[in-house]
């Protein structure tokens, strides 16, 4: 019986006659020195099901557009290239590759080829012959500057506390989903998609596996600290209602420190002839409420905001042209 029950899930799985088993989709920015290595190197496997590798130019500043424009008519698999009409974001440019990708699985990874490719085949098997929807990628090493090493711990830290996540489950990039997955997290229109808050909302049939990390091949991070800080406030805005309930909690421990305050003040006037001036208290109180309401007002602003563009309708992006490669060689 568990046989059958195993062989039945293995086959929901399994790649369908007729469809790619495995979609690429690959977020292209400044990646014109290394998109085409990464091409080629990924058309050498042989997945079960078969491969189509979707390009994302996320309105790239370098000639990346003309690079993956040339491969079209060499590559030697299916490939779907996109450009956007103006830089969006990774995470946006994702859910565009995903809303075009048909294969039965989907792997998204960056294109500086630290991602080896001769891992594309195993995180596949694993997340299709594991019946999981979503297998993730781990790293004994991490061949990043110390300081985004630094602040991807800290990405994960806040997500395991505003997400309703595995424990230790480390959010990569590089991850693998299942078509059932795909579908539901491109149903999110807003204009500040975060895809591993949306697929902990879907499922929690989630694995993970450690693969290799390489250094960069070209060029540095496109992660600054800022693109950090807008990664973090899509995770923390977008998907959980914490930071409206810090300030909460900011709010209430200032009301108790405040009618600790007044005791203390009235027990001093009552029974202490000397009152001091208590200049350096005042500013001190007058300094930790202002921090406080000041905190306050930036998490409300910051919802009222996001709100309000989506209600606008900000796009979460705009598609300039796609061109596919009609007889791959």
Partial sequence: MNDTVTLAQTTLNAPKPGRIGLSIVVPVYRGAATVGRLVDALSDLAPEGGLEIVLVNDGSPDNSGDVCRALLPTARVPLVYIEHARNYGEHNAVMTGLRHASGDFIITMDDDLQNPPEEVVKLYDHARLGNWDVVYTRYAVKQHEGWRNLG?????????????KPKGLYLSSFRCMSALVVRAVTLYSGPYPYIDGLIMQITQRIDSIEVRHLPRAEGR?????????????????????????????????????????????????????????????????????????????????????????????????TIRAIQRNTDPQ
Avoid at 152 to 164: E, I, K, M
Avoid at 265 to 278: C, N, V
Avoid at 298 to 312: K, P, Q
């Fill in 152 to 164: 991807s711990r800290f990405a994960n830290a806040v997500a395991d506390q505003l997400l309703d």
């Fill in 221 to 317: 991070s496109n992660y600054t600290l800022v693109r950090l800080v807008r990664l973090w406030l899509n995770l923390a805005t977008s998907f959980s209602l914490a930071p409206l309930r810090l300030a909460i909690f900011a709010g209430l421990g200032l009301s108790v420190l405040g009618a600790i305050g007044a005791v203390a003040t009235i027990s001093e006037a009552l029974f202490t002839r000397d009152i001091p001036s208590g200049w350096a208290s005042t500013m001190v109180v007058l300094l930790l409420v202002g921090g406080v309401q000041s905190m306050i007002l930036g998490v409300l602003g910051e919802y009222v905001g996001r709100t309000f563009l989506s209600a606008n309708g900000k796009p979460q992006g």
